[in-house]
């Protein structure tokens, strides 16, 4: 049984999008700079990816991370919020709160079969969809944004306090090594 486990973890461990995952969370917390402008930075680049702008999330964040003198890799890394996988999650459910909060009770569905007037109706009604995305993209980026904020201060400050506690043990360690060695030299030169 815990073999059979193993296994599967082993097998999960070794997935490309674990893999991934890993290598930009560890590249995430390496970034130079202040955990605050990080996790701002990052914290943009969440509340960006909320909007339904595909292709323009990351040159949004990128902007305003300029803008404000906030990271600019980290905004662009929190634009990742939205990709492939999660937009069927995340821009159904932003039109959804939008349309709630407007008023609209029946949201718009779109049918099983497609023709060509149905194609024409919806690119009509388009800038209405795409503006509720917008509004619920906002009400939920908000709350999103904090939520990573939070999770990327704590998490960048604490690998870049571990990094400092490395260093002054090192340092600590080499002035050790210097005060022995001069001690050994007095030790000689009394003899």
């Not at 890993?22 to 917390?29: A, C, G, M, N």
């Not at 149905?118 to 619920?136: F, V």
């Not at 999103?144 to 870049?160: D, E, H, N, P």
Request: net charge positive; with cysteine; aromatic share 10%.
């Amino acid at each position: 049984m815990n073999r059979q486990m193993s296994n599967k973890q082993n097998v999960f461990a070794r997935s490309p999008l674990v893999r991934l995952w890993q290598t930009t969370y560890e590249r995430f917390l390496r970034i130079r700079g202040k955990p605050r402008e990080i996790a701002l930075g990052f914290a943009l680049g969440i509340f960006c990816g909320m909007s339904p702008f595909f292709g323009l999330q990351m040159a949004t964040a990128f902007f305003f991370a300029a803008l404000f003198k906030w990271n600019k890799l980290s905004s662009m890394i929190g634009c990742w919020i939205s990709n492939p996988v999660t937009m069927p999650i995340i821009y159904p459910v932003t039109y959804l709160v939008g349309a709630k909060l407007v008023g609209i009770e029946k949201a718009y569905q779109v049918p099983a079969q497609m023709d060509w007037t149905l194609l024409i109706r919806m690119l009509e009604i388009s800038p209405e969809i795409i503006s509720l995305m917008a509004l619920g993209g906002v009400v939920l980026g908000i709350p999103i944004a904090v939520t990573g904020y939070v999770l990327a201060f704590s998490a960048v400050k604490r690998y870049q306090d571990d990094i400092k506690q490395k260093l002054e043990a090192v340092k600590e360690k080499r002035k050790q090594k210097k005060r022995s060695k001069r001690k050994k030299k007095k030790t000689q030169r009394r003899r």
